[in-house]
């Protein structure tokens, strides 16, 4: 990991906190493919290119409001980068407020983000990337 992917990390969240489309399609490849983990989602999938991007974005916004992408911990691991993420919003219909916690591991290439795989902890999305703590 370098410096560098550490800071396409980073300000790919801020993009993704900021709800506009095109900033957040700025930081992606065009063949990037986003894995969500079945124990994140009721409805599993992977997300791939923009049109993955858009549809991704819209599903969170079609339910939730005041999303937010709070990265707690960043790790090197080697060809990626671990994230350890912390996922908030409020429900448009319930008012409720939910909070999430995962992990994933972020691959960049030529520096735009590649490939997303979350996983439910953090341990695992360690494991999965080859780093033992």
Do not use: C, H
């Not at 801020?14 to 700025?26: F, Q, T």
């Not at 079609?62 to 960043?74: D, H, L, P, V």
């Amino acid at each position: 990991m370098s410096a560098q992917d550490v800071e396409v990390v980073s300000r790919a969240l801020e993009a993704w906190n900021s709800g506009v489309l095109d900033r957040i399609v700025a930081f992606t490849a065009e063949d990037f493919a986003g894995n969500v983990a079945p124990e994140l989602s009721a409805e599993p999938d992977t997300y791939r290119g923009r049109a993955g991007i858009e549809r991704y974005f819209r599903s969170f916004g079609e339910a939730f409001e005041q999303i937010r992408f709070e990265a707690e911990e960043i790790i090197d691991a080697g060809d990626a980068v671990v994230v350890a993420m912390r996922l908030t919003a409020v429900g448009k219909q319930t008012g409720i407020e939910v909070e999430q916690r995962n992990a994933g591991v972020w691959t960049v290439t030529a520096g735009k983000l590649a490939r997303i795989d979350t996983y439910a902890s953090l341990e695992d999305a360690l494991k999965a990337a080859g780093v033992e703590r």
